[in-house]
Each structure stands twice: as structure tokens, then as C-alpha cells.
């Protein structure tokens, strides 16, 4: 069983950058697609940014490419999103996942992934 616990997110001011971790515990990172999805106040879900189960793939939401930067510390189990140039839409809590079975086209699919954090804030003001 694979446990998530988010860290790092706070208040901050629009243009700065924040980066949050995801502990992994209980398995490595290995062979598990891993992803962050964050939910804005009154609003669904919604799919942030991904690894692939190999590791070798990383998936975007269009609103953060170029801003938003996930990677991973394998040996520290430790899964990480660095948000760049933040704006107010980008508030939310953002939550880290987990899923064994994740194919290509059900990355961005959050009923894909069986493990979940229980999220960090994310506050961002203009």
C-alpha cells in the first residue's frame, strides 16, 4: 500500500514561485505513474502535470507548461512540483497521486489512480 503525504504549500504573491513535495512511502516510486492534481475553491478536480509508470514520459496541463516543472527523487521517494511565475487561478489544493495501472491515455484521469495525498494549500494572491 502506497502512502502520500503533500508538504510546502503556503501563501505567496502572483509572479513568485513555490515548490511542493509528495513522500512516498510504503514502495518506491518504481513501476507507479505519479502525478499532482490540484481543486480551486468551488470547483472539480482537476489534472496538473504527470510521470509516466516508466519514469521516461512527463504530461502537462496546458495552462502550466512552460511555468510548472514536476520531477522526481527516486532514491528519496520523493515526488516534486516546482510552480514558476504563479497566478491567482492557480490557487487550489493540490493533491499528489499514485496509481499502479495507469496507461498513456488515462494520465490525466484521476479515477486512475487508487492512492491520494490529502493535499496541501496553495494560496495566491494578485
Known amino acids: 500500500q502506497v502512502q502520500l503525504a503533500e508538504s510546502g504549500g503556503g501563501l505567496v504573491q502572483a509572479g513568485d514561485s513555490l515548490s511542493i513535495s509528495c513522500a512516498v512511502s510504503?514502495?518506491?516510486?518504481?513501476?507507479?505513474?505519479m502525478a499532482w492534481f490540484r481543486q480551486p475553491p468551488g470547483k472539480e478536480r482537476e489534472f496538473v502535470a504527470a510521470?509516466?509508470?516508466?519514469?521516461?514520459?512527463?504530461y502537462y496541463r496546458d495552462s502550466v507548461k512552460g511555468r510548472f516543472t514536476i520531477s522526481r527523487d527516486k532514491d528519496k521517494s520523493t515526488l516534486y512540483l516546482q510552480m514558476n511565475s504563479l497566478k491567482p487561478e492557480d490557487a487550489a489544493i493540490y493533491y499528489c497521486?499514485?496509481?499502479?495501472?495507469?496507461?498513456?491515455?488515462?494520465?490525466?484521469?484521476?479515477?486512475?489512480?487508487?492512492?491520494w495525498g490529502q493535499g496541501t494549500q496553495v494560496t495566491v494572491s494578485s
Open positions: 510521470f509516466s509508470r516508466t519514469g521516461s514520459y512527463t
Open positions: 510504503g514502495r518506491t516510486l518504481s513501476g507507479y505513474a
Open positions: 497521486a499514485a496509481g499502479s495501472g495507469v496507461i498513456t491515455s488515462e494520465i490525466r484521469n484521476q479515477r486512475a489512480y487508487a492512492s
